[in-house]
């Protein structure tokens, strides 16, 4: 089957772990494979078709031209339907004990980067909001390596709302904030903990801290730390 031109302005992930995980963990997703190495991407191109995936080989330079990437892509993209979000109602059901909650951020591959915090530390869920916040797109998507297409992840229109309902689960929820009264490092977590943390700069909206059980400062010196960095720090802090 032919993919029309317009047809390459779908959504698309693109690397070789990326494609991987997708086929892998979330085949439903899959459309058309693209391999610009062949040789390298038999074992890919053999899990492609056993989901029923069709590929096409393509010279590198056509395949980045096509796609507007880079050699990041390492000669690999597979046009796929978009994230797959789902409701908060179908995490609660599962009666989570840890959730990590993204507030406005607005760096998608620092979503990306969060994701595979959550992966490596089993977060059972992320929560992000819909609206002034980045979606989840082909760079969130490469880097989290792959994390993506494993951790669940819930999208909410108001974020203090959702919070209020994850504490109705019995949930405590800690903010990272740099006026936080608790340090992170002397911080005693919960059994059933969300983290919530904010976009670098921006930090917490106010709503949001006002929602928290507490708030959490990082005991960080002369420098600011990102949003991922920060996630990946409360996440590590609550794994020990």
């Not at 909206?205 to 010196?221: E, N, W």
Request: charged share 25%; hydrophobic share 45%.
């Amino acid at each position: 089957m032919k993919v029309k031109p317009k047809d390459f302005k779908q959504y698309f992930v693109y690397g070789m772990h990326t494609v991987t995980a997708v086929l892998k963990y979330q085949p439903f997703r899959a459309k058309k494979l693209f391999v610009a190495r062949k040789k390298d991407a038999q074992d890919l191109i053999f899990l492609a078709k056993q989901n029923g995936v069709d590929c096409e080989e393509l010279e590198r330079h056509v395949l980045e031209h096509r796609f507007s990437v880079e050699s990041d892509a390492q000669g690999i993209v597979l046009v796929c339907s978009s994230f797959d979000y789902l409701a908060l109602e179908d995490i609660l059901v599962t009666n989570p004990s840890k959730l990590l909650l993204l507030d406005s951020w607005q760096d998608s591959v620092n979503v990306g980067r969060a994701a595979r915090a959550a992966l490596a530390f089993g977060i059972d869920a992320i929560i992000m909001c819909k609206d002034r916040s980045v979606q989840i797109n082909a760079h969130a998507e490469k880097a989290a390596v792959g994390a993506l297409s494993q951790v669940k992840v819930v999208r909410v229109t108001n974020l203090a709302s959702a919070i209020e309902k994850i504490k109705a689960q019995n949930m405590f929820v800690y903010g990272a904030a740099e006026d936080g009264e608790v340090l992170l490092n002397k911080c005693d977590f919960a059994d059933k903990v969300a983290i919530v943390v904010g976009q670098e700069g921006d930090g917490l909206r106010t709503l949001t801290k006002k929602s928290c059980d507490v708030l959490v400062r990082i005991p960080a010196q002369n420098i600011c730390l990102n949003a991922a960095d920060s996630a990946l720090l409360f996440l590590y802090q609550l794994s020990i």
